[in-house]
Every structure is written in C-alpha cells, then in structure tokens.
C-alpha cells in the first residue's frame, strides 16, 4: 500500500462548478500537507501549505486536514478553464531529514467552459 | 530571480550513453532534490541534498548519481542510460519544510 492515495481521474467539470480533490494516507507522523498545481508540461508549483488539522482559504481554494481520518482535501469555487492541471498532494511528517515530500500519483482535472 | 533553472530541457540518449542534468538556484535554498516523474508514478524521489555537502538516496536512487557542487547547484549523472531512465526529471529546492520550488523540468528519452 502506498503511504499517500490520490485519485488519479481524470475529473472533468463545468465552469463555475465546486471540485473537491483528495487524499488519503497512512502515516500518522506527517503534520505537513501541501497542493501542487502542474500545468501540461510544466514543473509543479506550490498551491496550498497547510500545517497540522485544520482549514485554510486563499482565494477560491480551501485547503482541509482531517488527521483523525488521515484524509486532505482541496476545494475549488467557481472552477475556471485555467484551473485545468494535474492537482498534486504531498506530505511531511516533522524532523524529517531533508524535508523530504511523498507526493500522490496526482489528479487531472478538466474544467470545461 | 530566476528561481530553479534546469538544463537541457530536452535530451535524447542511446542506450549506454552518460550525461549530466544541471540545475541550480538561486533562492539561497539549503536543500535540494532530484525527482523522476512517470505516467501513473507520481513524482518520485531519486536523491535529495540536506546541506552543502551532503547527499542522499531517495526512492529510486539506482543507475544515478548526484554532486552538490555547491550552495547553488546541484546536478544527477546518469553513467550509462537504460530505456527504462526515460522520463521527465525535476529538481527542486527548499528552505522550509514542505515548501519546495521546482524547475521546469527536463524530458530524457533513451532509445
């Protein structure tokens, strides 16, 4: 079983729909969770820095951490056809060396006009 | 402030032919990574560098090498390509813990 679980889609949507993107994991010792936003071949790009439980908004993105349920979630308002991307969750337990990152496999999203 | 620049951006090797990915940065990161990405693999971790000075292996460190040349720059050695090194390869640094910055990237095909 892989330490991080991601939907790889593809989720395609109408604009100005809610997307909501997940992942599960299994390590109870990460405390940092981050998005990454990949456009079609492009490098990976921070979105979403959440530290420990808890919820937090920039924008028309919500970041959610559910640690009793080892669960994150990225919400997206009033989708656009530029958020069209490949949506990547990755995760830190605290004192690792390096600040090494476990990344999901990553969700194609399509938001369509 | 060019952030991570990688180079080449595209490169095709025979199979058994050496080459070297540049990268470098210029954040004043103290660690640096190397990352493989694959269709339906995600981003995994080929070797990363904690400080100036140190290197260590990540998830799929075989048929690589890594040398931190400095604060900057950190380049991944291929010594003799196989068909199976084709991928996109990223670097990316880091100051604080999850925050990392990625390159542009470089597409490796091995024939």
């Known amino acids: 079983q892989k330490e991080v679980e991601q939907d790889p889609g593809p989720l395609s949507v109408p604009e100005g729909a809610i997307v909501s993107l997940n992942c599960t994991y299994s390590?109870?010792?990460?405390?940092?969770f981050m998005w990454y936003r990949q456009y079609s071949r492009k490098g990976p790009e921070l979105l979403m820095y959440?530290?420990?439980?808890g919820n937090k908004e920039d924008g028309r993105f919500t970041a959610q951490v559910d640690k009793s349920s080892k669960y994150i979630s990225l919400f997206i308002r009033d989708s656009q056809p530029s958020d069209s991307a490949t949506y990547l969750c990755?995760?830190?337990?605290?004192?690792?060396?390096?600040?090494?990152?476990?990344f999901g496999q990553g969700t194609e999203l399509s938001v369509k006009p | 402030n060019a952030g991570v620049t990688q180079t080449p951006k595209f490169q095709v090797l025979k199979t058994g032919q050496s080459m070297t990915l540049q990268c470098a940065q210029d954040?004043?990161?103290?660690?640096m990574y190397w990352y493989r990405q694959d269709p339906g693999m995600g981003l995994r971790l080929i070797y990363y560098?904690?400080?100036?000075?140190?290197?260590d292996k990540g998830e799929v460190p075989n048929g690589y090498n890594v040398s931190r040349l400095n604060k900057r720059e950190f380049s991944l050695r291929l010594e003799s390509a196989a068909p199976s090194q084709t991928s996109v390869y990223f670097c990316?640094?880091?100051?604080?813990?999850?925050?990392?910055?990625f390159g542009p990237g470089t597409r490796l095909t091995v024939l």
């Open positions: 990316a640094s880091s100051e604080t813990a999850g925050t990392q910055y």
């Open positions: 990755a995760m830190s337990a605290v004192g690792n060396q390096g600040g090494k990152l476990i």
């Open positions: 954040m004043n990161h103290n660690s």
């Open positions: 390590n109870s010792a990460f405390q940092y």
């Open positions: 959440t530290y420990s439980s």
């Open positions: 560098s904690a400080s100036e000075g140190t290197t």
